[in-house]
């Protein structure tokens, strides 16, 4: 399988429309409540929600991490971090992998303290893959990763909100910024991956 699928899919409009991609399922359930469907009743998670939470979002979160820019041990620090945060607050978080994803890119950041990179501040420059994780990895998850790594910090880190199902407007939510600065970010994050995909002959000019 090429990455003509997975890219293609992130490129197929040239403008981010206000059609929005469904948002995070709650502690209760994927049935329950989004932060973009208030109406449905969110179901007050339990110490049995958190077990089952971290085996639905801990592959997921890594993902997340790495598609920030982090190489695999850093994500996977970052994530655990992120579990080990929320087990302590567990039954005040109502929609876990919003929460869970806003820490761990948290901690990532923190993490890049140690490269003199300001906390807060998407890394420019990502982490690399170690040879383990690069084998695990299918060849198109590796080259999502590696096209997503091309992109300037700030379309990177909107991309992969975006790609992990979180709309424009919750993931302004998550930044603290404005969904049209969101969507004007993923614009051009588009545009540049379409380009990518035109360079290596997988997109039609």
């Given at each position: 399988?090429t990455?003509?699928g997975?890219l293609?899919?992130?490129?197929?409009t040239?403008?981010v429309?206000a059609?929005?991609p469904?948002?995070?399922?709650?502690?209760?359930?994927?049935?329950?409540?989004?932060p973009?469907?208030?109406?449905?009743?969110?179901?007050?998670?339990g110490v049995?929600?958190?077990?089952?939470?971290?085996r639905?979002?801990?592959?997921g979160l890594v993902w997340?991490v790495m598609?920030?820019?982090?190489?695999?041990?850093?994500a996977?620090?970052a994530?655990?971090?992120?579990?080990?945060a929320?087990?302590?607050?567990?039954?005040?978080?109502?929609?876990?992998a919003?929460w869970?994803?806003?820490?761990a890119?948290?901690a990532?950041?923190?993490?890049?303290?140690?490269?003199?990179?300001p906390?807060?501040t998407?890394?420019d420059?990502p982490?690399r893959l170690s040879v383990?994780?690069?084998v695990?990895f299918r060849?198109e998850a590796?080259?999502v990763?590696?096209?997503?790594?091309e992109?300037?910090a700030?379309q990177r880190?909107?991309?992969a909100?975006y790609?992990d199902?979180?709309?424009?407007?919750?993931i302004a939510?998550?930044l603290?910024?404005?969904?049209a600065?969101?969507r004007?970010?993923?614009?051009?994050?588009?545009?540049n991956l379409?380009?990518?995909?035109?360079?290596?002959?997988?997109?039609p000019?």
């Amino acid at each position: 399988m090429t990455l003509a699928g997975p890219l293609q899919e992130m490129v197929s409009t040239d403008a981010v429309t206000a059609t929005e991609p469904p948002g995070t399922a709650p502690a209760g359930g994927p049935a329950a409540a989004t932060p973009g469907n208030p109406g449905a009743a969110a179901a007050r998670p339990g110490v049995a929600d958190f077990a089952v939470c971290y085996r639905r979002e801990m592959p997921g979160l890594v993902w997340f991490v790495m598609s920030l820019g982090a190489g695999a041990e850093e994500a996977a620090d970052a994530a655990q971090s992120a579990f080990a945060a929320a087990f302590a607050v567990w039954e005040t978080i109502r929609y876990p992998a919003a929460w869970l994803r806003r820490v761990a890119q948290r901690a990532y950041y923190r993490q890049a303290v140690s490269r003199e990179i300001p906390v807060e501040t998407a890394p420019d420059q990502p982490g690399r893959l170690s040879v383990t994780a690069t084998v695990e990895f299918r060849d198109e998850a590796r080259e999502v990763l590696a096209a997503l790594a091309e992109l300037p910090a700030r379309q990177r880190e909107v991309m992969a909100w975006y790609v992990d199902g979180f709309s424009p407007t919750e993931i302004a939510r998550q930044l603290g910024t404005d969904p049209a600065a969101v969507r004007q970010s993923l614009a051009k994050a588009r545009k540049n991956l379409k380009h990518r995909l035109e360079v290596t002959g997988r997109c039609p000019r």
